[in-house]
């Protein structure tokens, strides 16, 4: 009897809550509400359209419109893109698109964000440049006698350097890993590396060496203990010429030495031309690249190939095609790329990635993703069989025609429009 009663007053405080939720205080209306029911109904509809912001934080700090779940939904779609910098930041694109009653009414303004930011930083510069390109359609929509205008004047002792000591060059140190421990085994891996960068509007330079060790031990009670050691280093570098807005030349170089691949030494090295249908201006929001290069490869190996070589220089060249389109239907990513060997036209690899998001109507998205590679150019697979421990630890690369992978996600949204309201509780 006491637990049916205990069940029933749980019941009763349970739709109580529901019904009518508890204010903090008989005079203390709740903050948000307050601030939700003072927002006037002609205020836009605004969708901010960005992956890498911080859409809690914006919600917060920009309560001068009605922000939207949507972008079928908004009177104002916000596109924000971003791309790094040759300095090591990085600059959003926010491209503001009218609709509706604002058709017509459209804007670009871009933030650059330095290096040295914290993310904190970087999320309050590009909120506040997204508040600046609100302000135009909140006034539109009557709303011009509720905003304020501030200034602050520059720093004049804060002027940009005319000379970079630096020049241009820049230097990013890093070193990551990570480690277990059982009974009877053990990993830990550790990567680290250097990246050299020298970007302006006519090179772009890169120089990177990087490390990679694995470790794994596996004891056995009746048989030997296994140790895994496998290790993947290298060297990266490229230097790119512009030439006008939608073309680039450069020189490409490479060493690997891979022990899951049998490398041992394995350099390659050669030029190559890329061609931009759109000017890279615009590469934050649509492009398509063709690039073309022809290597050279001189390797040797661990271990004797199925070819029977234990070293060899071979000339090859590939072709790779790549799109790049991010817009307020949606976006799409994907790239084609092919390479050959001149020596054995039959020794070659095809490659395609792609993924695509498109939203289909009012609250329906659709995403669809997937790769794909046909492989016929294995000269590195060492002779013999692999053992079951080399399988079952990845020891070293198996023979294989093709490669695939594939991803789809359908989601439906609907109710209320509005996403005004934050509320971080628990």
């Not at 926010?94 to 933030?111: D, H």
């Not at 070589?309 to 790239?335: A, D, F, K």
């Not at 023979?399 to 971080?424: D, E, H, K, Q």
Request: net charge negative.
């Amino acid at each position: 009897m006491v637990r049916h009663r205990l069940y029933a007053a749980a019941a009763v405080l349970l739709s109580a809550l529901i019904l009518s939720p508890p204010s903090l205080g008989a005079q203390t209306p709740d903050v948000e509400e307050a601030e939700a029911d003072a927002l006037p109904s002609s205020a836009p509809l605004v969708y901010v359209d960005c992956n890498r912001c911080d859409g809690t934080h914006i919600r917060q700090e920009i309560t001068f419109v009605n922000h939207v779940r949507d972008p079928g939904l908004s009177e104002v779609h916000v596109l924000i893109t971003d791309q790094s910098t040759g300095a090591g930041g990085r600059v959003y694109t926010l491209e503001f698109q009218g609709r509706e009653r604002f058709q017509g009414v459209n804007n670009t303004l871009t933030y650059h964000s330095v290096q040295s930011n914290t993310s904190a930083q970087e999320r309050d510069g590009v909120t506040e440049t997204l508040r600046l390109g609100l302000v135009p359609y909140a006034a539109a929509a009557g709303l011009g006698s509720h905003l304020s205008v501030s200034f602050d004047p520059p720093d004049p002792t804060a002027e940009a350097a005319v000379d970079d000591p630096w020049n241009y060059w820049t230097f990013e140190l890093y070193f990551g890993g990570n480690f277990n421990r059982e009974t009877t085994q053990s990993a830990a891996n550790a990567r680290y590396g250097v990246y050299v960068d020298r970007v302006t509007e006519d090179w772009k330079l890169r120089f990177r060496p990087y490390f990679n060790n694995n470790v794994r031990n596996i004891t056995r009670e009746d048989d030997d203990d296994i140790r895994l050691n496998q290790r993947r280093h290298g060297f990266q570098s490229h230097v790119i010429r512009s030439v006008g807005h939608h073309m680039g030349v450069g020189l490409f170089g490479e060493y690997t030495t891979n022990t899951q691949d049998n490398l041992r030494n394995h350099f390659t090295v050669g030029p190559g031309v890329e061609y931009s249908v759109f000017p890279y201006a615009e590469a934050t929001r649509r492009q398509i690249t063709v690039t073309y290069e022809m290597l050279v490869e001189d390797a040797d190996y661990y271990e004797e190939t199925i070819f029977e070589m234990l070293e060899e220089t071979r000339y090859m060249h590939s072709i790779n095609g790549s799109v790049e389109i991010q817009q307020p239907w949606g976006s799409i990513s994907s790239g084609l790329r092919g390479t050959q060997y001149f020596h054995d036209t039959s020794l070659n690899r095809l490659t395609f990635n792609g993924r695509v998001s498109f939203r289909i109507g009012s609250g329906l998205s659709l995403n669809v993703g997937g790769s794909y590679q046909r492989i016929n150019d294995q000269l590195a697979l060492p002779r013999g069989d692999a053992s079951l421990e080399d399988i079952l630890l990845e020891r070293r690369r198996l023979a294989t025609n093709y490669r695939s992978t594939g991803n789809l996600s359908l989601s439906y949204t609907f109710g209320s429009i509005f996403t005004n309201v934050v509320n971080p509780r628990f």
